[in-house]
């Protein structure tokens, strides 16, 4: 059974910076790519931050210079370390695992909200 479990979102004011944490289990997780998707209410899903297997990053325009994306091979796990938080920022943030020919897994989301 695949399961993606996120943790660290939770609320934080604007200036500030979570990190994010997504541990698979029932993958081969080094061979996937791993990304971070968003949704804010209202909104569609969108992709965040993305990183091969080989470690190549990629990043959105809207978070370039403060999110970083990183993965942990040998503890199955891919990070978003989130840093000069913005009020737009605040959304479910999504783990999702890709690779061909097979289907995408997603976790279950974590809530992130940047307030005064």
């Known amino acids: 059974q695949v399961q993606l479990v996120e943790s660290g979102g939770g609320l934080v004011q604007p200036g500030g910076s979570l990190r994010l944490s997504c541990t698979t289990s029932?993958?081969?997780?080094?061979?996937?790519?791993m990304g971070w998707y968003r949704q804010a209410p209202g909104k569609q899903r969108e992709l965040v931050a993305s990183i091969t297997s080989s470690g190549t990053t990629n990043n959105v325009a809207a978070v370039a210079g403060r999110f970083t994306i990183s993965r942990d091979n040998a503890k199955n796990t891919v990070f978003l370390q989130m840093n000069s938080l913005l009020p737009e920022d605040t959304a479910v943030y999504y783990c999702?695992?890709?690779?061909?020919?097979?289907?995408?897994?997603w976790g279950q989301g974590t809530q992130v909200t940047v307030s005064s």
């Open positions: 999702n695992a890709k690779f061909p020919t097979k289907p995408d897994y």
């Open positions: 029932g993958i081969i997780f080094r061979i996937y790519t």
